[in-house]
């Protein structure tokens, strides 16, 4: 069974860049999409983006370019860049493991990133 | 993108009702949706996937159908613990997107 556990900080000044950092125990591997989601306090869920073990990647068109996730495949990690941030990017940010077919298997516990000066 | 809307937003109920939570995609997504469950600081929960298909430990009391634009999520005889807010997800077509969410509250 998959097991992802993020890190990072929770405080971001607007216009830096966010980053955050998943560390996956069982089943690194090709076989699933390494995923970020956010969800604003009291909101939904938005689909951030996702990278294989390839390394190639995909991100929501919403988040126009701002939006870099990487793979480190000797480390078991992966990991989110969202520049430019606003407080519109305040949110819990979560990783998560995506099924071939599309749907989450496994979550992070969540990091809520605060964008303030 | 496509628009997922889920009704009600809110739901008041009682241990041991059975409740259902609807989840309509704005165009045809054929079975491929998926039902999470969040309770409150924690992260989503997958139940079902394939519309209909229960994901390994989940009681059977949760369950799913539809296809093409309508679905449903069936819970029968409510638990305590199963008061949370409910989620639906498309992933027929890119960006995935997710319903707004469906809260049981007592």
Known sequence: QVQLQQSGPGLVKPSETLSLTCSVSGGFSDAYYWSWIRQPPGKGLEWIGYIFYSGSTDSNPSFESRVAISIDTSKRQFSLKLRSVTAADTAVYYCACRHSSGYYVSWAQGTLVTVSS | ?106
Do not use: H, N
């Open chain 2, 1 to 106: 993108d496509i628009q997922m809307t889920q009704s009600p937003s809110t739901l008041s109920t009682s241990v041991g009702d059975r409740v259902t939570i609807t989840c309509r995609a704005s165009q045809s997504i054929s079975s491929r949706l998926a039902w999470y469950q969040q309770k409150p600081g924690k992260a989503p929960k997958l139940l079902i996937y394939k519309a209909s298909t229960l994901e390994s430990g989940v009681p059977s009391r949760f369950s799913g159908t539809g296809s093409g634009t309508d679905f449903t999520l069936t819970i029968s005889g409510l638990r305590p613990d199963d008061f949370a807010t409910y989620y639906c997800q498309q992933y027929k077509s890119y960006p995935v997107t997710f319903g707004q969410g469906t809260k049981l509250e007592i």
